[in-house]
Protein backbone atom coordinates (compact mmCIF):
# COMPACT_ATOMS: atom_id res chain seq x y z
CA UNK A 1 0.00 0.00 0.00
CA UNK A 2 2.84 2.60 0.76
CA UNK A 3 4.89 1.69 -2.35
CA UNK A 4 1.63 2.25 -4.14
CA UNK A 5 1.00 6.03 -2.58
CA UNK A 6 4.46 6.59 -3.12
CA UNK A 7 4.23 5.63 -6.85
CA UNK A 8 0.76 7.87 -7.04
CA UNK A 9 2.40 10.53 -5.68
CA UNK A 10 6.22 10.99 -7.50
CA UNK A 11 3.81 11.03 -10.70
CA UNK A 12 0.64 13.54 -9.65
CA UNK A 13 3.51 15.69 -7.75
CA UNK A 14 5.89 16.67 -11.15
CA UNK A 15 1.74 17.13 -13.01
CA UNK A 16 0.27 19.63 -10.83
CA UNK A 17 3.64 21.16 -10.57
CA UNK A 18 3.67 21.11 -14.46
CA UNK A 19 -0.14 22.00 -14.92
CA UNK A 20 0.88 25.11 -12.93
CA UNK A 21 3.12 27.00 -13.65
CA UNK A 22 2.83 25.49 -17.67
CA UNK A 23 -0.33 28.30 -17.90
CA UNK A 24 1.08 30.57 -16.21
CA UNK A 25 4.61 32.38 -17.40
CA UNK A 26 3.80 35.41 -15.47
CA UNK A 27 4.08 33.66 -12.21
CA UNK A 28 7.23 32.15 -13.03
CA UNK A 29 8.94 35.39 -14.06
CA UNK A 30 7.62 36.95 -11.11
CA UNK A 31 9.13 33.96 -8.78
CA UNK A 32 12.47 34.25 -10.69
CA UNK A 33 12.66 37.67 -10.15
CA UNK A 34 12.02 39.08 -6.45
CA UNK A 35 13.02 41.92 -7.05
CA UNK A 36 10.62 44.20 -9.81
CA UNK A 37 11.24 42.72 -13.16
CA UNK A 38 12.32 45.24 -15.79
CA UNK A 39 12.15 43.96 -19.27
CA UNK A 40 14.37 46.11 -21.85
CA UNK A 41 14.23 45.59 -25.67
CA UNK A 42 16.91 46.83 -26.89
CA UNK A 43 16.05 49.83 -29.27
CA UNK A 44 12.13 49.13 -29.04
CA UNK A 45 11.68 53.11 -26.89
CA UNK A 46 14.36 54.66 -29.40
CA UNK A 47 12.30 53.57 -32.31
CA UNK A 48 9.11 54.56 -30.69
CA UNK A 49 10.22 57.78 -29.37
CA UNK A 50 12.54 58.97 -32.79
CA UNK A 51 12.01 62.23 -33.78
CA UNK A 52 8.55 62.19 -31.08
CA UNK A 53 9.97 62.50 -27.46
CA UNK A 54 13.27 62.63 -25.86
CA UNK A 55 13.39 60.83 -22.64
CA UNK A 56 16.20 59.90 -19.85
CA UNK A 57 15.73 56.75 -19.10
CA UNK A 58 14.26 53.22 -20.36
CA UNK A 59 11.89 52.00 -17.39
CA UNK A 60 10.72 48.93 -18.89
CA UNK A 61 9.90 47.69 -22.25
CA UNK A 62 9.06 44.35 -24.49
CA UNK A 63 8.82 44.44 -28.15
CA UNK A 64 8.35 41.12 -29.90
CA UNK A 65 8.13 40.68 -33.58
CA UNK A 66 6.10 37.41 -33.04
CA UNK A 67 4.47 36.36 -30.54
CA UNK A 68 3.22 32.30 -30.42
CA UNK A 69 0.71 33.34 -27.97
CA UNK A 70 -0.73 36.31 -26.38
CA UNK A 71 1.76 38.67 -24.95
CA UNK A 72 2.15 41.72 -23.28
CA UNK A 73 3.72 44.86 -25.65
CA UNK A 74 4.82 47.30 -23.86
CA UNK A 75 7.22 50.48 -23.59
CA UNK A 76 7.62 53.44 -20.79
CA UNK A 77 10.29 55.86 -20.17
CA UNK A 78 11.35 58.88 -17.64
CA UNK A 79 11.15 61.75 -19.12
CA UNK A 80 14.08 64.89 -18.59
CA UNK A 81 13.46 67.60 -16.08
CA UNK A 82 12.84 69.76 -18.66
CA UNK A 83 9.84 67.70 -20.26
CA UNK A 84 7.11 69.43 -22.52
CA UNK A 85 3.90 70.33 -20.47
CA UNK A 86 1.43 69.27 -23.19
CA UNK A 87 1.55 65.72 -24.53
CA UNK A 88 3.67 65.56 -28.56
CA UNK A 89 1.03 65.29 -31.17
CA UNK A 90 0.61 61.83 -32.58
CA UNK A 91 3.30 60.41 -34.66
CA UNK A 92 1.57 58.90 -38.00
CA UNK A 93 3.39 55.57 -38.62
CA UNK A 94 2.75 52.81 -41.06
CA UNK A 95 3.73 50.53 -38.34
CA UNK A 96 0.79 50.94 -35.68
CA UNK A 97 3.70 49.31 -33.12
CA UNK A 98 5.57 52.40 -33.69
CA UNK A 99 2.86 55.26 -33.06
CA UNK A 100 2.75 57.49 -30.05
CA UNK A 101 0.00 59.36 -29.03
CA UNK A 102 -3.26 60.43 -30.34
CA UNK A 103 -6.58 62.28 -29.09
CA UNK A 104 -4.90 63.11 -25.92
CA UNK A 105 -7.75 63.28 -22.76
CA UNK A 106 -6.91 64.27 -19.40
CA UNK A 107 -6.45 62.19 -16.56
CA UNK A 108 -8.32 61.32 -14.29
CA UNK A 109 -9.95 58.55 -16.28
CA UNK A 110 -13.09 59.05 -16.81
CA UNK A 111 -15.12 56.10 -15.20
CA UNK A 112 -16.81 55.02 -18.64
CA UNK A 113 -13.37 53.96 -19.61
CA UNK A 114 -11.91 52.10 -16.82
CA UNK A 115 -11.35 49.04 -19.35
CA UNK A 116 -8.13 51.53 -20.01
CA UNK A 117 -6.63 50.21 -17.50
CA UNK A 118 -6.82 46.64 -18.17
CA UNK A 119 -3.75 46.05 -20.54
CA UNK A 120 -1.43 47.91 -17.19
CA UNK A 121 -3.18 45.32 -14.75
CA UNK A 122 -2.73 42.28 -17.23
CA UNK A 123 0.86 42.95 -17.95
CA UNK A 124 2.27 44.01 -14.18
CA UNK A 125 4.62 40.39 -14.01
CA UNK A 126 6.42 42.27 -17.30
CA UNK A 127 6.13 46.07 -16.50
CA UNK A 128 7.05 45.60 -12.93
CA UNK A 129 5.19 46.14 -9.79
CA UNK A 130 6.35 49.19 -8.40
CA UNK A 131 6.07 50.86 -12.39
CA UNK A 132 2.17 49.32 -12.74
CA UNK A 133 1.58 51.07 -9.36
CA UNK A 134 2.79 53.99 -10.73
CA UNK A 135 1.33 54.14 -13.31
CA UNK A 136 -2.39 53.42 -12.33
CA UNK A 137 -2.06 55.99 -9.58
CA UNK A 138 -1.07 58.53 -12.77
CA UNK A 139 -4.02 57.69 -14.21
CA UNK A 140 -5.94 58.18 -11.23
CA UNK A 141 -5.14 61.32 -10.07
CA UNK A 142 -5.50 64.87 -12.28
CA UNK A 143 -2.38 66.35 -13.84
CA UNK A 144 -1.59 63.59 -16.93
CA UNK A 145 -2.76 63.06 -20.56
CA UNK A 146 -3.77 59.39 -21.97
CA UNK A 147 -5.12 58.20 -24.93
CA UNK A 148 -6.63 54.98 -25.84
CA UNK A 149 -6.66 53.44 -29.35
CA UNK A 150 -10.15 51.68 -29.48
CA UNK A 151 -8.74 49.59 -33.04
CA UNK A 152 -6.18 47.61 -30.75
CA UNK A 153 -6.45 48.62 -27.13
CA UNK A 154 -3.16 50.58 -26.57
CA UNK A 155 -2.94 52.71 -23.61
CA UNK A 156 -0.94 56.11 -24.30
CA UNK A 157 0.40 57.72 -21.06
CA UNK A 158 1.91 61.44 -21.06
CA UNK A 159 2.75 62.38 -17.83
CA UNK A 160 5.19 65.16 -17.05
CA UNK A 161 4.63 65.72 -13.52
CA UNK A 162 5.29 62.60 -12.58
CA UNK A 163 8.25 62.45 -15.97
CA UNK A 164 6.39 59.64 -17.49
CA UNK A 165 5.69 58.18 -20.72
CA UNK A 166 4.44 55.14 -22.34
CA UNK A 167 2.15 52.78 -24.20
CA UNK A 168 1.40 49.28 -23.31
CA UNK A 169 -1.09 46.77 -24.95
CA UNK A 170 -1.99 43.28 -25.08
CA UNK A 171 -1.15 41.69 -28.23
CA UNK A 172 -2.93 38.65 -30.14
CA UNK A 173 -1.10 35.49 -30.64
CA UNK A 174 0.73 35.81 -33.60
CA UNK A 175 0.59 39.31 -33.85
CA UNK A 176 3.09 41.74 -31.71
Not at 3 to 13: G, S
Not at 88 to 103: M, T
Request: hydrophobic content about 45%.
Amino acid sequence: MNTLIRVLALALVPLALWSIFQGTPQIILALMSPDDPRQVSHGYAERLFDGVLPFDEVLSSRYSASAPEESCQHVFVRLGVNAPSAPPRAALRHNRDLRFGGLWRPTPLAFADTAALEPVERCVAYVGRSLSAEIGRVLREPGAQYYRDLTDGTLHLYAPAARLAGRVRIASEGRP
